[in-house]
Nanobody, 111 residues
Framework: AQLVESGGGLVQPGGSLKLSCEVS????????ISWARQAPGKDLEWVSS???????YYFGSVKGRFTISRNNTKNTVYLQMNELKPEDTAVYYC??????RGQGTQVTVSS
């Protein structure tokens, strides 16, 4: 099983990015898939999850700005991030409920 994140980059405050998490192997997007992030010097922080049934959940500070979705045909889960703030700067990881995690993608919000 493998998860591969992409879509990170440098964006100005107020900008948008869309992260992708391609799921392969024994894991699939019909499982609960989560996004978490880790800023320099800080602990890993859960951001959002999407269940196998399509229910979505968000950490308080990203609610209303981030949207998680999935395309089961492409075995991909997305995280649309709008109104980005400097405090959103972190490495973003996707993971399965069993703890399998990708290598991460860097998001930097800076002017």
């Amino acid at each position: 099983a493998q998860l591969v994140e992409s879509g990170g980059g440098l964006v100005q405050p107020g900008g948008s990015l869309k992260l992708s998490c391609e799921v392969s192997g024994f894991a699939s997007t019909s499982d609960t898939i989560s996004w978490a992030r880790q800023a320099p010097g800080k602990d890993l922080e859960w951001v959002s999850s999407i269940s196998g049934g399509g229910s979505t959940y968000y950490f308080g500070s990203v609610k209303g700005r981030f949207t998680i979705s999935r395309n089961n045909t492409k075995n991909t889960v997305y995280l649309q991030m709008n109104e980005l703030k400097p405090e959103d700067t972190a490495v973003y990881y996707c993971s399965t409920a069993s703890g399998l995690r990708g290598q991460g993608t860097q998001v930097t919000v800076s002017s």
